[in-house]
């Protein structure tokens, strides 16, 4: 079992963003408008947060993100890879792109690494994405939202929820784990990003993927019975 060292009390008074510590970020669009409206939308806003994670910058990022969209692929220098993780501030973990918005998993590394890593994701993506649909103003509905993870059940059930968020959309109630625009299928076959997408905290707890699998099937996180009123499930 992963000991992130907090307890459930502890994550109440967590207010702040800390090396060594778990969050579970979200953010919609404002008026909880879509800020994806297609494939490209999606994979340029995945290509941000794989690569941010380090100090980088991202050289021709329209032919990047044409090549994911036929071939499912980024296909970016390596040996750029490797710095982003020997340099990164933060650690990716698991995500999930809804329609109008988006969840992730992070691990802070060193201080400020989440919130430099969200603030240059969201400016990089509102420009992109007001240039293509000629619009202006914020995309986002303020700053992006966190809820500390105080404990190894808490970051369990929180990859869960996120890897079934899509189960709302229709046509993927039961295939959350094809859902082509979540970290879901890296934690059951091979990652396809590599050490861009830190799976071990919790890959590590279960023997097999289908154990993981079956775990998440299981948790009851996005039944339709279920309302989760606590702010971390709130999107």
Same mark, same amino acid.
């Given at each position: ?9 502890? %994550?109440? =008074?967590? *207010? $702040? ?7 579970? @970020? ?26 941010? *994670? ?12 044409? =090549?994911?969209?036929? !071939?499912? %692929? ?9 710095? @982003? $993780? =020997?340099?990164?501030g933060l650690r990716l973990i698991a995500f999930a792109l809804m329609p109008n918005h988006f969840h992730l998993? #992070?691990?802070e590394v060193k201080e400020g690494g989440i919130s430099k890593y969200m603030q240059r994701v969201g400016n ?9 649909? *000629? #619009? ?6 303020? #700053? ?9 059940? &808490? ?6 929820? @996120? ?26 076959? /091979?990652? =396809?990003?590599?050490?861009?997408? !830190? ?5 590590? &707890?279960? #023997? /097999?993927?289908?154990?993981? !699998?079956?775990?998440?099937? $299981? ?10 009123? !606590?702010? %971390?499930?709130?999107?």
């Amino acid at each position: 079992m992963l000991n992130i060292g907090c307890s459930t009390d502890t %994550m109440k =008074r967590v *207010q $702040t963003l800390a090396p060594g510590e778990f969050y579970h @970020i979200y953010n919609r669009g404002v008026l909880k408008r879509k800020i994806f409206l297609d494939d490209r939308d999606r994979a340029r806003f995945l290509l941000s947060l794989l690569y941010f *994670q380090g100090p980088e910058t991202i050289d021709n990022p329209g032919r990047l993100v044409t =090549r994911y969209v036929e !071939h499912r %692929m980024f296909n970016t220098d390596r040996a750029m890879e490797e710095k @982003i $993780t =020997r340099e990164r501030g933060l650690r990716l973990i698991a995500f999930a792109l809804m329609p109008n918005h988006f969840h992730l998993i #992070a691990e802070e590394v060193k201080e400020g690494g989440i919130s430099k890593y969200m603030q240059r994701v969201g400016n990089s993506y509102t420009k992109y994405f007001n240039t293509k649909y *000629q #619009a202006s103003g914020y995309l986002f509905q303020g #700053a992006f939202k966190f809820s500390h993870i105080g404990d190894n059940e &808490q970051l369990l059930y929180a990859s869960a929820y @996120i890897h079934r968020n899509c189960c709302e959309l229709t046509g993927w109630r039961n295939k959350a784990h094809e859902y082509p625009w979540s970290s879901y299928q890296d934690f059951l076959s /091979k990652n =396809r990003w590599s050490n861009l997408l !830190h799976t071990e905290p919790i890959r590590e &707890q279960f #023997a /097999k993927s289908d154990d993981y !699998h079956e775990w998440v099937q $299981t948790s009851g996180a996005k039944d339709l019975a279920e309302i989760v009123e !606590h702010p %971390m499930f709130n999107s």
